[in-house]
Structures are given as structure tokens and as C-alpha cells.
């Protein structure tokens, strides 16, 4: 979900997006001769790439299906575990005891409470306001695909991340706050989530409608599935973009679960398992270089050519939340030793594909804003379109063509690991995110090849894998 412009987008040299710091700003109402607000449009002597016509990942009747299957999947799934330690085979089995689909969905979808709402609510809250308070650098994001207008943004997450972790802390520490109160409404939390997902997806799709705003189809489910237009904001202030919003601060709130889980396990048991612990530290590493990195987030396809609807709202505020932590769930539920070997054998099995998801993503930005420093030590080895774009085609992205896509597949799946278990939940977020990439990896192959024609049918032969050198 979080690539950013690979080869075939960001592979091409266009220059680095510029960067402007809070006091400089008022000094930047033109840039290159183009007036530049909260949001700007580019120089329309520049060109912008079209990516706006992508494949999208289902059509009508699928998006109807994935509006209420995907909610069902993720309770079905934190009912596993909360009634079953994550067992599929006794929660089927249960099922089949005990047919009776009024008590069953009433067990699956608790309805919210008090606690819920002011845990979920309470959070959203918190996180806005520390993204307007919070000082962060003011950058300037890349053109969008169907307008070529770019926007403003704060580039705080960082800082906001490590005070939110801080305070958590302490107040754990404290006795202020008590974990338990998340693990026991976990249910209700994420039903919650849901109703504020579905509530945001409605408002996002009034707002595009009566302002005539963003790029519609016209198609009422699409078009809410999808969303109305690319980067809505609020009165135009620029810490007011929901998008960018909603995408970084739902990385911090899964880290919150798994320190609510670990810390109540410590309580529980005196110490903490360590597969709880490898768990925790993988996820915070992948939270933390998520922040470090916030404004390559800007170069991704959510930002530059996706709008925002359900599925990237309901996807940040519930499935992001509360799907990837249910390793840390898991953990919490079935609280096994883990020997030391496996422990490091796991350990580094995640490190590796951190540093080739890091390493490739840092070769592509770099070539987009140094194209002639040399990556691994050699001049980088480029293919060259007619009119002048050129295809990266060294490093790992020499390689195979979606090495970063390789190296986040890696991480997700090295989360569940420590679990030592078949069952599927801990893996959830690897599945999901296998069929995503593969679908992307798929769609960006046939829109580089309408795009580059011939170019891409060298670059192909070039680097002839997708993902898995001599394998796919």
C-alpha cells in the first residue's frame, strides 16, 4: 500500500520536489513563475505524468462485496481470538454447535460503548491536534495525476510518533492509564472504527458532490468506494489534508496496540514473551522508518493518483489499526517461549527485508534527484526512452523490476513468524498484502508498456523478473 512511484514512475528523472521551510514560506507566493498556495498548480509548460487512467482493484459489484466483506473478515477474525486463541478450527466448530445467527452476530459485532468511543474518538482527537501544534517542515508534494495541482504539507509524524509514545508510557508507568481498557473493548473499538470509517467515507463523498470537487466517475458506488476527489482538506489549511492524516497517524495507533498488549502481558505474567517482544520491534522499526521517511509517502500512487474514499479511509482507520497488530494479539493470547536461534533466525529474516525495501526505495529517490551518482559503486545503468525519460535498471532495481515490493512482502509476512503458529491470523497482513502487490506489480507492467512501448519491452529484457530473481 505504501510503495512509492517504482521504475516505470519514479525510475524517470523529474526532478526532486521542492522543499520550504515555515519561516520561507510567505517568501515562496511564486515558484518558477507559478503562483503557490496551500495548493498549487504546476507550471503548465511542465508536464505531468498521466497516471490517473491505473486499473482500478475491483469494479462495482466488487467494491459492493468488499464494503461488507472486509468488515466481517477483520471482527471475524479478532472474535478468533478473543474468544478461541486464534484458532480457526474452534471458532468453525463453535460456529456449527451453535447456529443461531442473532447470537452469533451479536457476539461478533459487540456494539459500542462509552469506553469505545472516547478510546477511538479520544484518539483521533489527540492525533490532530498534536499534527497542528507540532512544528514539522513544510514540503511541497508532487503534482497530482489528473490536475497537475500539488499541495502543502507538515511533515511532523515524526515528532508526533515519539510524544505519543512517550505519553503512553508514562502514563502506563504512572498508573494513569491501565492497557486492559483497550484489550477488553477491542470489539467494540473496532466496530467503533468502523462506523467513523463509514461516517468519514459519506462526508468525503458529500463534500467532492456539493463542492463539485475531484474527478468523479459518476457511479455512486464507485465513486464512494474510491472516493469523490484525490486530497480533500478542510477550509484549505495545510494541516488539514485527511489524507495525509489518516495515512500516518493509523501506523502510530497500531503501535499503541501492541505496547497496550505487551505492557498487559508484563503485568500478567511478570515479563514479556519474546515473541511479544520480536513482534513489537518489528512493527515499531517499520513505524519508525515510516516517519523518518514521511515525505516519500508524497511520491506514492495513494497520493498522486488515487482519491479518497473508503478504501484508503476505512483501509488506514480500521484494517491498518487493527489487522496488522493482530500479531501482537496473538502473541498476547498465546503467550509461548521462543528459542534464541529462531529468535534471531526471525529477527533477521525482517531486517532483511527492511534494508531491501529501504535500500531500493532510497536508489529510486536518489536517482530521481541525483541520476548520474553512482549506485553500488558503478555509474547507475539506465534505458532511455525517445523522449528523453529514463528507466532505471541498476542496483536492486537491476535486479528484478518490484524489488521494493519483494523487501515489504518480506517484512510482512517475518511479522507473523514469531508466532509459531498455521494459522492464518497471524499472517493476515502478509495475505492481504500478497494479492495488493501482485495486483499493483501486474498493473503497473501493462501501464508502463502502453506508456514506454518499445523502451519498456527492453527494460523488460533487461531485468526480466518481477519480484523473485529466477523465480517470478
Given amino acids: ?251 502510530s495507533c497500531w503501535v499503541m496496540m501492541d505496547l497496550s498488549f505487551a505492557t498487559h502481558q508484563f503485568t500478567e505474567l511478570g515479563y514479556v514473551t519474546k515473541p511479544m517482544f520480536l513482534v513489537s520491534l518489528l512493527h515499531f522499526i517499520y513505524v519508525f522508518h515510516y516517519y523518518w521517511n514521511e515525505s516519500n509517502v508524497l511520491s506514492t500512487l495513494d497520493f498522486i493518483a488515487e482519491n479518497l474514499g473508503w478504501m484508503l479511509g476505512w483501509g488506514n482507520l480500521v484494517w491498518v489499526d487493527f489487522c496488522f497488530c493482530l500479531p501482537g494479539f496473538f502473541t498476547y493470547k498465546n503467550p509461548a517461549d521462543l528459542s534464541w536461534p529462531l529468535f534471531f533466525i526471525f529477527l533477521a529474516f525482517g531486517l532483511f527485508g527492511y534494508m531491501l525495501f529501504a535500500q531500493s526505495n532510497l536508489q529510486k529517490h536518489q536517482f530521481k534527484s541525483f541520476p548520474e551518482k553512482h549506485i553500488w559503486g558503478k555509474p547507475p545503468k539506465v534505458v532511455v526512452a525517445p523522449d528523453g525519460r529514463k528507466l532505471l535498471a541498476s542496483g536492486w532495481w537491476g535486479v528484478a523490476r518490484k524489488m521494493n515490493y519483494t523487501g515489504d512482502l518480506i517484512i510482512a509476512y517475518s511479522f507473523g513468524l514469531p508466532c509459531q503458529s498455521l494459522s492464518l491470523i497471524p499472517f493476515a497482513y502478509g495475505i492481504y498484502l500478497t494479492i495488493l502487490l501482485l495486483h499493483r506489480q501486474k498493473r503497473d507492467d501493462e501501464w508502463c508498456q502502453s506508456k514506454y512501448g518499445k523502451t519498456w519491452q527492453e527494460y523488460c529484457k533487461l531485468v526480466p523478473y518481477r519480484l523473485i530473481p529466477y523465480v517470478y
Fill in 1 to 251: 500500500k505504501r510503495q512509492g512511484i517504482n521504475a516505470e514512475y519514479g525510475g524517470s528523472y523529474t526532478g526532486h520536489p521542492m522543499k520550504t521551510s515555515p519561516r520561507n514560506r510567505k517568501d515562496t507566493s511564486k515558484i518558477n513563475g507559478v503562483r503557490s498556495t496551500n495548493r498549487q498548480t504546476v507550471d503548465e509548460n511542465k508536464p505531468v505524468k498521466d497516471i490517473s487512467e491505473i486499473d482500478r482493484l475491483v469494479g462495482t459489484t466488487g467494491a459492493l462485496l468488499f464494503l461488507w466483506l472486509l468488515p466481517v473478515v477483520l471482527q471475524f477474525m479478532w472474535w478468533l481470538c478473543d474468544e478461541f486463541q486464534c484458532s480457526e478450527l474452534k471458532g468453525i466448530q463453535y460456529i456449527i454447535d451453535h447456529p443461531h445467527i442473532p447470537a452469533l452476530l451479536k457476539t461478533l459485532f459487540p456494539l459500542p460503548n462509552y469506553e469505545s468511543i472516547v478510546i477511538f474518538i479520544g484518539w483521533i482527537v489527540v492525533q490532530w491536534i498534536l499534527h497542528v501544534i507540532v512544528p514539522g517542515e513544510i514540503f511541497l508534494g508532487y503534482p497530482i495525476s489528473y490536475d497537475g495541482s500539488r499541495s502543502y504539507y507538515k511533515l511532523n509524524g515524526l515528532r508526533c510518533f515519539m510524544l505519543t509514545v512517550v505519553t503512553f508510557a508514562v502514563s502506563v508507568l504512572t498508573g494513569i492509564f491501565d492497557p486492559y481498557i483497550i484489550i477488553k473493548n477491542f470489539g467494540p473499538i473496532i466496530v467503533t472504527a468502523n462506523i467513523v470509517a463509514y461516517g468519514l467515507s459519506l462526508f468525503l463523498y458529500l463534500k467532492g458532490a456539493i463542492f463539485k470537487q475531484g474527478n468523479p466517475s459518476g457511479n455512486f458506488i464507485i465513486d464512494f468506494f474510491y472516493g469523490y476527489e484525490p486530497n480533500p482538506r478542510i477550509f484549505g489549511y495545510i494541516s488539514s489534508d485527511i489524507k495525509f492524516f489518516i495515512e500516518g497517524r493509523a501506523l
